[in-house]
């Protein structure tokens, strides 16, 4: 729990990358159009060192963070007039054929900060790698299941020579797809996608990413020094072929571990924001001048999780039970301190479906209407009966394991055993865990109910809602299995039209929580961060990719 | 003396060899992977491919085989698995070497003003400035390093803005965290310091060199104080070895890249090469100061001698 939040709010700090603080000894001369000549520097932070910038072996958001700066992706999620729109980054342009399984990219002309030019060669390069067995990458789950033979590839049933990827000549990428794939084009900006060159990551071997030095990017921005665990500063890249249009000269990352420190740091004007989802903190930024508070939803839900195995559990209405049983206000005020908002759906806020923006805004919530109409306790003593279990709640006791063992979570674990206890009548043993144990005691299905965190890996409704399929069920291991609700997805999956996408998506929800109610949301993450106001042209968005491409000072 | 020596060293050899392999079968006992800090569950065949790159699909035995294999014939500890293309020992040599700027400065001061504090505090002994001193000692044992830590980042950072709250590199990054590492040394030696005197002052050797004249001043420079120091030097092995170790707190608030983190994060990232090599270096800088400092309190002390 603890480490999912931290990578929550460390992904909402990433995405946005948009640090703030300066340490003063910003940018040289001045800046490259906007803001009327003033120093151009962006002082900004990671809570963690980033493990690599070989975007094939790194994992970690803070990675992430530098990369989208540092690396252009076939395409970014930008915003314009508070709409995202994708834009056309790496790839000048890109079309499909018919069907949608095959997708040519024209690569744009653009230089790598080294000097040498970009070829198609580089995005095949860094696709096929990410798939190939002996790199290893942690990242291949991305695309296994879209590009031709990716799950093959990856199984090593087929050698890397009959991935669907091919540079077909220096300037044009072709990627062909196992199926259709609506969404492929929300893949493109993720690392899975990245560009690496085949020369320089092959001479630094194992190396390559770890340094400074040993690295070698084409985005907007250069890496200029990387101190370990401590600082890294990027410059802009003057090679890069929308220069024109970045306006920052310098960027600088301060790595702190340290909540306290990065709030102390941002107070005093060392960081020119920060991300916070502590109530204590965000009322005293909120008296602070000169700074604007922006709340943003992201795509991420917390959750609990039965196992349908377990005898209790096996029963519908029971878990149907638990899960009404939840006053999702009441946690959000008590226990989040409004900082999230109360979940009624699976797919969160902030997932959007191409161009009709904001699934939520399409979908009603499918927990809202239940909630009203149907009684929790009731339908415990039903699921009881059908189990054979009498008629007295209290004798029955539930494991509920945490993926934490911080202060946090005991508060968390006792206000969940005390609510269970008020409307169900049941009893609540609260089971603290390591992540590591937490997460080998679910998968082996040895828990009843559990809890967790999930977010997006990429901007479209099948990120989460694919996740309960019976090909993908190891993910949120609750044994739940329905051949309506995976066919249904598998349509989706395939479905070029849009609106008929959402309603299948809809469909697949329905289900999830008529049939299955085998996950139990409770809130939908929101991230509240704090900006010095003369940081100027952010993009909000959680899931936006266009890093820091645009963002400019005015008035520090 | 020189038998003595090669006895100690052998004893540390072993001493090493366990350690190593304790705690290598350990932390491959403990549930979890290098991918953990994912936090998520990845697919089967990509944990098998991840495996199979870093060697971890082989069975514990033959890693450990693997492992001692290039730390005796070629010295490596291999790479990090957080880090990758990072090698352990360099990070070792370079954040050890980050951690003990701060860590051997604040030792130093820490021995002085703890030293001198606890001598003014026996020499007083119910007066007041015994009381200041012990009322110093106490605050310094008792208050966690990272409230003091915050305590001082907030005032001379936030409030009076003369300081930065974090970084490295100049030494305004460092006068911080120089005062709190040393604030718990000051305590101690303090403490130490004046019951060690205390005690010696009580000897009969004390009272019959007061009685053939000696003068006050001598009496506490040539008995009490060489006495009352020698038990001080155990507490020393920990200390110096602690300067390169780092502390994980302070060096988390004030965002210095030392050793300190890595002894935390690597076990929480089950960093398998990273836990065995910080272990590694921290045992083995234990048992090296360990035997320096037997060997100078044999040098000092005649009736410890070992023959």
């Known amino acids: 729990m603890k480490r999912k939040l931290i990578a929550s709010l460390l992904m909402a700090t990433m995405t946005l990358s948009l640090a703030a603080c300066g340490k003063g000894d910003g940018g040289s001369s001045g800046g490259s159009g906007a803001g009327g000549g003033e120093e151009q520097y962006y002082n900004t932070y990671l809570q963690t060192e980033p493990s690599t910038l070989d975007s094939i072996k790194g994992n970690d958001n ?126 493109t900006d993720t690392r ?35 101190t370990h665990n401590s600082e890294i500063k990027l410059v802009k890249n003057e090679n890069y072929w929308d220069a024109e249009n970045v306006k920052l000269d310098k960027i600088n990352y301060a790595i702190i571990n340290d909540e306290t420190a990065v709030f102390n740091s941002f107070d005093s004007g060392q960081l020119d924001w920060c991300s916070t989802g502590t109530e204590e903190w965000v009322n005293r930024f909120d008296k602070k001048e000169g700074v604007d508070r922006i709340d943003a939803v992201i795509p991420s839900m917390r959750y609990d999780f039965f196992n349908v195995n377990d005898e209790l559990f096996s029963n519908l209405n029971v ?52 909630a009203k109409e149907e009684d929790a306790k009731e339908l415990l003593l039903k699921g ?71 977010s997006t890996d990429y901007d479209d409704p099948m990120s989460m809602i694919s996740l309960f399929t019976t090909e993908n069920s190891s993910n949120i291991p609750t044994g739940w299995s329905n051949e309506e609700f995976d066919a249904l997805i598998d349509q989706a999956g395939k479905e070029m039209d849009e609106a008929k996408r959402v309603d299948l998506y809809s469909q697949a929800e329905q289900i999830l929580f008529n049939e299955g109610c085998n996950i139990c949301p409770l809130v939908n993450e929101m991230q509240h961060v704090f900006r010095y106001s003369y940081v100027k042209n952010v993009d909000e968005k959680f899931t936006s990719t266009s890093g820091l491409k645009y963002v400019y000072i005015e008035g520090r | 003396m020189a038998k003595f020596i090669i006895k100690r060293i052998g004893y540390m050899l072993i001493t ?65 698995l957080r880090y990758p293309g990072r090698e352990v020992t360099d990070t070792l040599m370079t954040n050890s070497a980050v951690s003990a700027k701060p860590g051997g400065m604040a030792l130093v001061a820490g021995l002085i003003i703890g030293i001198l504090l606890g001598i003014v505090a026996a020499l007083n002994k119910n007066k007041w400035p015994d009381y200041i001193v012990m009322f110093i000692a106490i605050l310094g044992i008792t208050v966690p390093v990272f409230v003091l830590a915050s305590v001082l980042q907030y005032i001379f950072s936030v409030k009076l803005m003369v300081l930065p709250t974090t970084g490295w590199g100049s030494w305004k990054n460092i006068v911080l965290p120089i005062i709190v590492l040393s604030f718990g040394t000051i305590a101690t030696y303090a403490r130490y310091v004046k019951s060690n005197m205390l005690d010696v002052m009580g000897q009969d050797y004390i009272l019959t060199a007061e009685a053939k004249g000696v003068s006050r001043f001598n009496v506490v420079k040539k008995h009490v104080l060489k006495n009352a120091f020698l038990p001080c030097m155990t507490l020393l092995v920990g200390q110096v070895s602690g300067i390169f170790t780092g502390s994980f707190v302070v060096e988390k608030i004030f965002g210095i890249p030392g050793l300190g983190f890595y002894y935390i994060n690597s076990i929480n990232d089950r960093d398998y090469t990273m836990i065995i090599g910080t272990t590694i270096f921290a045992a083995a800088l234990f048992v090296f100061v360990q035997l320096a400092v037997d060997i100078a309190y044999s040098l000092m002390d005649p009736r410890i001698r070992v023959k």
């Open chain 1, 62 to 187: 803070y990675s992430r963070g530098i990369l989208i700066n540092t690396m252009e992706p076939l395409t970014r999620l930008v915003e314009k007039d508070g709409e995202q729109v994708r834009e056309a980054a790496g790839a000048e342009s890109w079309e499909s054929n018919e069907d949608g399984t095959v997708w040519t990219f024209k690569i744009r002309d653009n230089k790598w900060s080294d000097g040498q030019e970009v070829t198609a060669a580089d995005y095949a390069y860094g696709i096929t790698q990410t798939l190939n067995p002996d790199a290893g990458s942690p990242n291949s789950f991305f695309t296994a299941g879209f590009i031709k033979n990716g799950s093959k590839v990856v199984n090593g049933e087929a050698s890397v020579e009959e991935l669907g990827v091919k540079a077909v000549d220096d300037k044009t990428l072709e990627i062909t797809l196992e199926a259709p794939t609506p969404y492929f084009m929300s893949l």
């Open chain 2, 16 to 80: 090493l060899f366990i350690v190593i392999t304790a705690t290598f079968f350990l932390m491959h006992s403990i549930p979890g992977d290098p991918l953990a800090h994912m936090a998520r569950n990845l697919p089967e065949q990509t944990r098998e491919n991840y495996y199979e790159k870093y060697g971890l699909d082989k069975s514990t035995p033959e890693q450990y085989v693997i492992f001692m294999k290039n730390l005796l014939t070629k010295g490596e500890m291999g790479e990090s």
């Open chain 1, 192 to 226: 899975a996608c990245y560009p690496v060159r085949q020369d320089f990551a092959e001479q630094y071997g194992e190396t390559y990413g770890s340094e400074a030095e040993n690295f070698v990017g084409n985005g907007p921005f250069k890496i200029e020094s990387w």
């Open chain 1, 384 to 454: 009881m009966d059908e189990l054979g279990l009498g008629s007295d709640p209290s004798k029955i006791t539930v494991k509920y394991s945490l993926s934490a063992t911080t202060q946090w979570a005991r508060n968390y674990g006792e206000y969940v055993q005390q609510k269970y206890k008020d409307i169900l009548g049941v009893n609540i043993e609260l089971d603290f865990n390591e992540w590591s144990t937490f997460q080998q005691k679910t998968n082996s299905g040895e828990y009843q109910m559990a809890n967790m965190t999930w």
């Open chain 1, 319 to 370: 878990r149907k039970a638990f899960v009404l049983a939840v006053d999702r206000e009441d946690m959000a005020k008590t226990i989040y301190q409004d900082m999230h908002i109360p979940a009624y759906w699976w797919v969160p806020q902030a997932v959007s479906t191409g161009e009709l923006g904001d699934y939520r805004e399409q979908v009603e919530a499918p927990l809202e209407k239940t």
